[in-house]
């Protein structure tokens, strides 16, 4: 959950405290510190703390600021000289925090991390869309049940470094993207960053749930590819233990990720023997769909076809459909994650590990691999080897150090000059996130001239590996 500080005094506070509690805030939690009783919610839920003291003293704010890392931070205070001492006292805590702040009274705030919401601006906007011949904001447009809405991609978010084209949009739409305050032109190809504003449109109900996807940091995977898991078969290329052990993991994903649907698609079912024990297999899962192809239609038209009609978001493939050369090509083509069926029981897998290579390509990876940890309740572990001693992830490092005090869980990074390959060989139940690349579907019959970790990570048939959808 994100962590927010409210600091709050005056009238507009107590309005503002008003409406936050009759919101559904479930996803935070609020530390809010008051000084008058009268601000005061007679409903006080259970996400918010209270703190009754006067947040211009120094030594009281940072006593609570430094008890926790706060997420974001709010002040709204209804005097100038108390708002300017707090944002100073807050800057003299925190040099780096992104905060915002309530101004009525024109105060220069000359900070890049601070947002300043200037009252008589706000003001002004409201009455301006009342008068007639000048566009209204979004909230007046259609039917004003809230069909438009603005979205802005926190760090973080698992929409964060995704293409467009990559991001299933079912009954909604991204048809605007503001960059460092310009207007981008939105296209397939055009990936978003942190801190972009998206302008959507589609159903108010679907709007809500994809608000909810991209505001939160954790718990949504296979989001933003699709939804749901599919487990392709076909009896024609896999022996039957192949077949079940697919199915007995992609049970056991469906299960732990949330609000994922299962959908089994087995073509050419020759036997008839395996398929009454995939049924068996799943019988108890009520989220699922078994779907079978007699007539032998191809590997391409069915995963088109399911792609569409199931939202599928991740593949579960084993490695003798993975030597096939028509299953590989659908299934880089379609750009959805892989789960690759290893050897290894899946029920004994406790953590869930990276073996660092490419900066930029595991900077996209890193928030998938808190998300699916927070699913799946593994530890987190990252392997950071440098050999050769001449790559800096440093600022790779640090970036995963946030990622984890955002989803609030713990990592273990590894930081050695040993061979990443022997490390990573020595550990065992393990689940293993790796970068798509072409290159790992394509033969290499002298696999030891290559020092690609990825590709090498790849080769190990006994490790269960989730392959994700990068940005090269």
Sequence with gaps: MKRVLILLDGIVAKNLLKRLVELDTSHSVYDVVYMNDSLLPNKKP???????FDPTSLSKLKLI??????????????????TISVVENIRNIDKNINFNVYNEWDIDVNDKNIQNYNAIDILTSGLI??????PVIAQNIGLKQGEIMEIKIPFGSSYAYRYISSISQKEWKIFALYRNNIMVTVRPSLVLKPNDIILVIGKPKVLLQVYAAISVSSGHFPMPFGKNIYVYLDFYLQTEDDALNAVKKARYLQERLNNTKLIIRITRPALVGTIDKIKELVKHIENKTLEFDYHDL???NLMTSDIKKHEIGMFVLTNRLLENNKVVEKVFLAKKPIFKVGIENINNIKTI????????VYEQLSPILFDISSQLKYKVNVINSDPLGDTDRTKLTHHLDSLAKIFNQEIKIESNKQNPMSILKTKENILQILPLKEDMFKRRLLSFFTTDSDLLS??????NQIIIPIIE
């Design 46 to 52: 259970s996400n918010f703390t209270f703190y009754k």
């Design 65 to 82: 600021m430094t008890k926790v890392s706060y997420n974001d931070i709010l002040v709204v205070l209804g005097n100038k000289n108390d």
């Design 129 to 134: 869309e009342r008068l007639p011949n000048v």
């Design 298 to 300: 191809g590997v391409m």
């Design 353 to 360: 590990t990276m073996v660092l290579n490419s900066v930029k």
């Design 458 to 463: 790849y080769d190990l048939k006994y490790l």
